[in-house]
């Protein structure tokens, strides 16, 4: 079993080898965010396999953590690309 989970966190971890190439060199800024966000879930995924294989849930707290943070990195792109700016100011316009 620990050979299935080690060949996984390999498999994972060349797929994000791959994202991080499509971070750097996409054509465009929302193939970017896309490729951001699976980098964030594939190291959520690489965590879990390392929690798997040194048999602890330790690391639960961890993942917890850079999901959330992905999740706000995620809108806060998207709404930057959306409407240029994060913060909108109500009467300055």
């Known amino acids: 079993m620990i050979i299935f989970y080690s060949v996984c966190l390999v498999l994972v971890i060349l797929s994000m080898l791959g994202l991080l190439y499509r971070v750097w060199k996409g054509p465009s800024v929302p193939d970017r965010l896309v490729a ?4 964030g879930v594939m190291l959520i995924s690489a ?3 390392f929690s798997i294989l040194f048999d602890t849930p330790f690391f639960i707290d961890a993942i917890l953590l850079i999901a959330i943070m ?5 809108v806060s792109f998207s709404k930057f690309i959306e409407r240029g700016e994060i913060i909108e100011r109500g009467s300055d316009r």
């Open 70 to 74: 992905s999740f706000i990195g995620t």
């Open 47 to 49: 965590i879990a396999l």
């Open 36 to 39: 951001l966000d699976a980098v």
